[in-house]
């Protein structure tokens, strides 16, 4: 079945570029998500990327996309504290017969920033 | 957060009681969704709805029924409460069925 795979935990020190990796299973996925979570609070979507890209640029995130190797990357440059928390990767996938699609997430890489 | 609130934002309840969770939207979304999430598991989706009485089942739906009888409103029914659906409740609602945009949560905790 469809999978997405995330380290679980990266440590930087301020200032640092940041970079966390996923890898997913669906190639037939039409777009690709970045999600940070705060402590107690929900999901806020950071980036997407459509899947005919190999890169998409906004600000200090830089996402990458290798499409071969099913592997997508969340780099943040000059990471801050305020950056700390979890970051969850997702695949937007078809069901069969179904008529949207919907999201498969991954476990979630708990981003530690130190100043 | 898009327009999206949750209530209750905290629940405690005892198992084998019925629990009702309700998902509010002002932005007219289509696709409603309720998802679980759990240390280890990431999150999970329960049950989903693509419009006024059309709904599906997620990976976890076993124990958990839903309804959308309003676009705006789509509801969590836990019949009959166990320790294991002890979780935070995330709602999130989508436009076209892809971007998706999270309400705040409901931390439930069955005793």
């Known amino acids: 079945g469809e999978d997405v795979e995330q380290s679980l935990f990266l440590s930087v020190r301020e200032g640092d570029s940041s970079v966390i990796n996923c890898t997913y299973t669906?190639?037939?996925?039409?777009?690709l998500y970045w999600y940070k979570q705060e402590p107690g609070a929900g999901l806020q979507l950071l980036t997407y990327?459509?899947?005919?890209?190999d890169m998409k640029q906004d600000q200090r995130l830089t996402v990458l996309l290798n499409k071969k190797d099913k592997h997508l990357s969340l780099r943040i440059a000059d990471t801050q504290t305020g950056d700390s928390a979890i970051y969850f990767c997702?695949?937007?996938?078809?069901?069969?017969?179904?008529?949207?699609?919907?999201?498969?997430f991954g476990k979630g890489t708990k981003l530690s920033v130190k100043p | 957060d898009a327009g999206i609130t949750q209530s209750p934002r905290h629940k405690v309840t005892e198992t084998g009681t019925p629990v009702t969770l309700r998902c509010h939207q002002t932005?007219?979304?289509?696709?409603m969704y309720w998802y679980r999430q759990d240390p280890g598991h990431g999150l999970r989706l329960i049950h989903y709805?693509?419009?006024?009485?059309?709904?599906d089942k997620g990976e976890v739906s076993d124990g958990y029924s839903v309804s959308r009888s309003k676009t705006e409103d789509f509801l969590l029914t836990l019949e009959s409460a166990t320790s294991s659906q002890t979780s935070v409740y995330f709602c999130a609602i989508s436009e076209s069925g892809d971007e998706q945009f999270f309400g705040p949560g409901t931390r439930l905790t069955v005793l």
């Open positions: 709805s693509y419009g006024v009485k059309d709904t």
């Open positions: 990327i459509f899947s005919n890209m």
């Open positions: 997702a695949e937007s996938i078809q069901e069969v017969g179904g008529s949207q699609g919907n999201l498969i």
């Open positions: 932005e007219n979304h289509r696709y």
């Open positions: 669906d190639s037939s996925s039409t777009y």
